[in-house]
């Protein structure tokens, strides 16, 4: 995953810091998830694999940043698209 190694890091220290339980056991799905699949550069450009690895790392981000994960300005933009194209919003 592009952004997985900063998701990673930010999760560790939000789960060394939180008091909550349940917090702490999302944030443990969500590491665990980051290892789930290949990164998607690994995989050919428009295979079906790829296609959905990066619906998987999509998905990802947006729990990370659910839990509190503050992402960069250009993944922002490019969750918006993608979410404007899955809602069928011409650009």
Known sequence: MKHGQAIEEWARETMAKTDREA???RLRRLLA???RHPDSASLP???????LVQSHERNLMQEA?????EPPEQILK???LHLALELGVGL
């Open 23 to 25: 917090k702490r056991e």
């Open 45 to 51: 450009v428009g295979s079906p694999q790829r296609i």
């Open 33 to 35: 998830g980051l290892h």
């Open 78 to 80: 490019e969750m918006g």
């Open 65 to 69: 940043v659910n839990l509190g994960y």
